[in-house]
C-alpha cells in the first residue's frame, strides 16, 4: 500500500470541522457558494447628542400631555381642584413648620434668629392644622397667603422701580408693581371669589401650556430625526 503524499496541502483541523459539519467560522457571513465570508459589520453606536435628542422630544411630551390633562380636570371639576390645592396647602404649611422648628432648636445662629424662626414655624404648624378642619378654611388661608404676598412683592417691586434709574424696562417695572398690588388687595377683599376666578385663570393656562408642549415636542422630533445616530 502506498502512503499518503506528505508534499500535499496541508488542511487544518478547523478545515475538516468545517467539510464534516457544514458550518462556518463564527463571526463571518453565511455563503451558499461554499466561500468564506466577511465578517458581519457591527451596529454603529449611538451618539450622546442623538440620544439626548431622541429622550428630549420624549420629555416635553409627557410633560405636555400632564398638563393638558390636569387643566382639563381643574376646568371641569373646579370645587374639587380648590379642595385639593387647599389640602396641598395645609400640607406645605405643616412640612415647612416642621422644618423651621428644627432649624430654630439645631442650629447655632443668633437667639433672635432662633427665637424668629421657632416662631414663625410654630405659626405654620397651626395654621397647617387650622387648614384640615374644613376645606372652606383651606382656601380661606391660601387666599389671604397669596393675596398678603402679591402686596409685600407689589411694594418691593415698585419701590426697586422707582429707586433704581438703571432698571431696564423701569416704567413696565413699576407698572407691573402696582398691578401686583392691587391684585392682592382684590384677593385678600374677596378672597373665595378670587381663588375661584385664579382656578380658572390657572386651567385655561394648563391646556394653553400643554397643547403648546405638545406640538414642540413633535418638532423636536422632526429635528431629532435629522441628527446622526453615530453623533
Known amino acids: 500500500m502506498t502512503e499518503a503524499s506528505s508534499h500535499g496541502p496541508q488542511w487544518g ?13 463564527p463571526g463571518t457571513a453565511h455563503d451558499p457558494h461554499g466561500h468564506r465570508g466577511r465578517p458581519e459589520p457591527e451596529p454603529p453606536l449611538e451618539g450622546p447628542l442623538h440620544a439626548l435628542s431622541r429622550a428630549a422630544w420624549q420629555v416635553v411630551l409627557v410633560t405636555g400631555i400632564a398638563s393638558l390633562v390636569l387643566g382639563i380636570l381643574v376646568l371641569v371639576w373646579p370645587g374639587h381642584s380648590l379642595l385639593v390645592a387647599g389640602i396641598l396647602f395645609g400640607v406645605y404649611l405643616l412640612v415647612s413648620g416642621f422644618f423651621q422648628l428644627v432649624a430654630a432648636f439645631g442650629t ?10 421657632f416662631i414663625s414655624g410654630a405659626l405654620s404648624i397651626l395654621l397647617g392644622l387650622l387648614c384640615f378642619r374644613g376645606p372652606m378654611q383651606s382656601i380661606l388661608l391660601l387666599a389671604l397667603w397669596i393675596g398678603i404676598g402679591w402686596l409685600i412683592r407689589g411694594v418691593t417691586h415698585t419701590m426697586a422701580a422707582v429707586s433704581d434709574p438703571r432698571m431696564p424696562a ?3 417695572q413699576a407698572f407691573l408693581g402696582v398691578l401686583t398690588f392691587i391684585a392682592g388687595i382684590v384677593l385678600i377683599d374677596s378672597p373665595f371669589r378670587s381663588v375661584a376666578v385664579l382656578t380658572l385663570v390657572g386651567g385655561i393656562w394648563l391646556v394653553v401650556v400643554g397643547v403648546t408642549e405638545i406640538i414642540t415636542a413633535f ?3 422632526h429635528r431629532a430625526r435629522q441628527v446622526p445616530q453615530t453623533v
Open 13 to 25: 483541523r478547523e478545515y475538516d470541522d468545517q467539510r464534516v459539519h457544514g458550518g462556518h467560522p
Open 219 to 221: 418638532r423636536i422630533r
Open 108 to 117: 447655632h445662629q443668633a437667639t433672635s434668629l432662633r427665637v424668629l424662626a
Open 170 to 172: 423701569r416704567g413696565w
